[in-house]
């Protein structure tokens, strides 16, 4: 869980945000040396603190796949759920940490997953699969998306429905890409094409009730972080 709509309200009411200190100690000297203003700086700790969980993220996953010899499967999954992420938004865990902790825990899984499940579609089934699911994911997007933070909610009518308009074509987007490669790629692409297939699932998933039930159960056994 990479990406969501907004930066600085991402994780609202944690203050390990505010008090991040290696986010918080550069953007005091970016506020020296660039002249910034008390906003300015609040935006860059937060900017950096984004930056900084995303560089984690990525290293913890592609290591935790790689040890698994899922590398490429899992950042198909990665990729494909963060781009549509970008647009819809979804439930996350009440800080960056924990985010962390939870990506790096399940990008490798989906990878796996894909990595062992493929020999079992041949490319009719996958097809089938890719459509099931892309129709899956598109009305779940277009009822739902965007979910945006509690803490700086989408209040506009237009902006909102700008997020489903641009969450609904991500999906088509995936699903084109995704048949595109089927048919004219060679058989070695269908781990990657079902392991975007979970990725894109995985993010609608989290656009729902009981996507965010999950996410809050998670978020309570990471209570210790």
């Not at 592609?62 to 899992?74: E, F, N, R």
């Not at 960056?96 to 990878?111: D, E, M, N």
């Not at 969450?167 to 995704?178: D, F, K, P, R, Y």
Request: hydrophobic fraction near 55%.
């Amino acid at each position: 869980m990479i990406s969501t709509i907004g930066i600085a309200n991402k994780y609202p009411g944690d203050a390990s945000v505010v008090r991040f200190s290696p986010s918080r100690e550069l953007a005091g000297y970016l506020r020296k040396t660039l002249a910034l203003t008390e906003e300015q700086e609040e935006i860059a700790a937060y900017s950096l603190l984004i930056l900084f969980q995303t560089v984690v993220s990525m290293l913890g996953i592609s290591l935790v796949a790689w040890l698994a010899g899922c590398l490429p499967a899992a950042l198909a999954a990665l990729f494909t759920s963060a781009f549509l992420r970008s647009f819809s938004g979804g439930a996350h865990c009440t800080s960056p940490a924990r985010c962390t902790i939870l990506s790096i825990l399940t990008v490798p899984l989906f990878g796996t997953l894909a990595t062992n499940l493929t020999p079992f579609f041949p490319r009719p089934l996958l097809a089938l699969v890719i459509l099931a699911g892309g129709a899956l994911a598109f009305a779940v997007a277009w009822r739902l998306a965007p979910v945006d933070s509690p803490a700086k909610p989408i209040t506009s009518p237009r902006e909102r429905q700008r997020f489903r308009w641009l969450s609904s074509a991500a999906v088509l987007g995936i699903v084109t890409l995704q048949l595109a490669l089927l048919v004219l790629s060679s058989p070695n692409m269908a781990i990657l094409i079902l392991a975007a297939e979970i990725g894109m699932l995985w993010q609608v998933f989290s656009l729902t009730r009981i996507g965010h039930r999950f996410v809050a159960r998670i978020d309570k056994i990471f209570n210790f972080i």
